[in-house]
Structure formats: structure tokens, C-alpha cells
């Protein structure tokens, strides 16, 4: 079975700061990792995702995230965030083995201050 | 790519009262289908997903149904609403047999039950 642990339910953070938010996984096998986004009242919409090769990947809106097998860690970053990334952000992993479920972190509320 | 269509985007619902919110998808054949409860504050929950015309896998018992009679129709339905039903219904789809592929969300509905 599969668990994802976002590490912290709301992160504040002033426009153009840089901003981290954490993700840890754990997984018997391996798994695909994909963050997604939520803006108020929509669907999730997939900010980036890793498959396989270089373990930092980019995504839309200048995010990115930096997968970590040793640490199963797969946390999400952006150098300078604007008061438009305020959302809540949801990590998630679905394992390679052929499965049908993907398992969402409980998710992060990115809260951007002028 | 799919597009995940979901209807109504809002219902207010007496307790007692039957539900059934519909799903219907685009751009693709044989989607695998899956219905999520989002409650204020939290993650995603899984109730149900289908990899095809009257399959139905339920993740956990419940006051609710689903049901696939057809290939890109994905339907949640309740006999009685429960106050605890209350939350955000999400309906998702990825092409068929593609773990690695993300999940397309549709614009959720806010159900409340009064």
C-alpha cells in the first residue's frame, strides 16, 4: 500500500520569496509522483509530474520539484511565487505496477501576501 | 487529452432526499473513472472508480452508489442524503491502461445537505 505525508496544511509566504512545499511517500514498489493544483471552487489541475530519469523536473507556472528515492521525498519548489499561486497543492503518487489508484497527500494551502 | 464535464456545479439538498450527480468525459475511449469527496479542510477521499461499463470498485462503504452504463457516463447517486454527505464531488478520468498518465479532473459539484 501507498501513503503520502504533505508535511505542512498551510504555508505562508510574502509575494517573491521562494517557497518549499513538502511531500514524503511511502511505497512498497515504485510509484509515478505528480503534484497538482486547486484553485477556490475548481478540479485539480497537474502542476508537474515525475516518471522516471533526471529526478528535477519542471513544471507549469515555474514550479518545480526534485525527486529524492533515498529520502522518498518529491518536495515542490518556486524561486519568486506571485499572489496568484495561492492554492492548495496536493501531492501524489500512483504505483508503476499497473494499478488504477492514484493517492493524494492531504494537501497544502499556499497562502501569497503582498 | 480528456475533458472531465460534471453537473450541477452546486446543489443544496434536504436530508432524506435522493442524489445522483453525472460525469460524462471527452476525447477519449475506455477511460478509467473515478468519483472523489473532498470535505472542507482535507484531502481527497476515493469512493469510487470503474475501468469499464459496469464495473464499479467501491474504496469505502458508504451512503453512496455508483454506477457506468455507459463508456464515458459516470454517475454517483445516493437513495438518502446524510448531513455527512456534504463536501465537494470530483470526478476524474486517465486513458486506459496508463499509470503513468495524470488524472483529469472536472470542475467538481458542492453538494450541501441541510
Known amino acids: 500500500a501507498q501513503s503520502v505525508t504533505q508535511l505542512d496544511s498551510q504555508v505562508p509566504v510574502f509575494e517573491e520569496a521562494p517557497v518549499e512545499l513538502r511531500c514524503n511517500y511511502s511505497s512498497s514498489v515504485s510509484v509515478y509522483l505528480f503534484w497538482y493544483v486547486q484553485y477556490p471552487n475548481q478540479g485539480l489541475q497537474l502542476l508537474l509530474k515525475?516518471?522516471?530519469?533526471?529526478?528535477l523536473v519542471k513544471g507549469i507556472n515555474g514550479f518545480e520539484a526534485e525527486f529524492n528515492k533515498s529520502q522518498t521525498s518529491f518536495h515542490l519548489r518556486k524561486p519568486s511565487v506571485h499572489i496568484s499561486d495561492t492554492a492548495e497543492y496536493f501531492c501524489?503518487?500512483?504505483?508503476?505496477?499497473?494499478?488504477?489508484?492514484?493517492?493524494f497527500g492531504a494537501g497544502t494551502r499556499l497562502f501569497v501576501k503582498a | 487529452s480528456q475533458t472531465i464535464h460534471q453537473w450541477p456545479a452546486t446543489l443544496v439538498q434536504p436530508v432524506g432526499s435522493p442524489l445522483s450527480l453525472e460525469c460524462t468525459v471527452e476525447g477519449t475511449s475506455n477511460p478509467n473513472l473515478y468519483w472523489y469527496r473532498q470535505a472542507a479542510g482535507r484531502g481527497l477521499q476515493l469512493l469510487f472508480y470503474?475501468?469499464?461499463?459496469?464495473?464499479i470498485s467501491s474504496e469505502v462503504p458508504q451512503n453512496l452508489s455508483a454506477s457506468r452504463p455507459q463508456d464515458r457516463q459516470f454517475i454517483l447517486s445516493s437513495k438518502k442524503l446524510l448531513l455527512s454527505d456534504s463536501g465537494f464531488y470530483l470526478c476524474?478520468?486517465?486513458?486506459?491502461?496508463?499509470?503513468?498518465?495524470?488524472?483529469?479532473f472536472g470542475p467538481g459539484t458542492r453538494l450541501t445537505v441541510t
Open positions: 515525475y516518471l522516471s530519469g533526471s529526478t
Open positions: 470503474s475501468v469499464g461499463i459496469g464495473q
Open positions: 476524474a478520468g486517465t486513458p486506459p491502461g496508463q499509470a503513468a498518465h495524470e488524472q483529469y
Open positions: 501524489a503518487v500512483t504505483p508503476n505496477t499497473g494499478g488504477f489508484k492514484t493517492i
